[in-house]
């Protein structure tokens, strides 16, 4: 009787990669790129390029969706990279944003 109401939760489906491979994997998306690694001329990471990268290291093959979850699980969050200005000039920039918030008033 007491195992019937015991309410704890069921295990669940054990993760494709191991708590080392995950670590792993998460320290080289933190700290690498997807050109360090060899793996094409891509300047960031998404789902696409750790789906191949986790056939061919691991040969574990998920879905783009469960990589996605799997960074989701991992702390990490996926946002598509944008371009900024590096020789941008800031005073320009501000003098932009001042003028562009005046028409907006009017």
Excluded at 45 to 57: A, E, F, G, K, P
Excluded at 79 to 93: C, F, I, W
């Amino acid at each position: 009787m007491e195992k019937l109401l015991d309410k704890k939760t069921p295990p669940g489906k054990s993760p494709y990669l191991t708590e080392e491979q995950q670590k792993k994997l998460k320290h080289m998306i933190l700290h690498s790129t997807p050109f360090e690694q060899g793996l094409g001329m891509a300047a960031s990471w998404n789902t696409r390029i750790i789906q191949s990268y986790l056939q061919n290291q691991y040969g574990i093959s998920m879905t783009r969706a469960w990589v996605n979850k799997m960074l989701y699980r991992l702390g990490l969050s996926y946002t598509r990279p944008t371009y900024t200005l590096a020789k941008g000039d800031e005073q320009k920039q501000r003098a932009f944003v001042q003028e562009m918030e005046m028409i907006k008033k009017n």
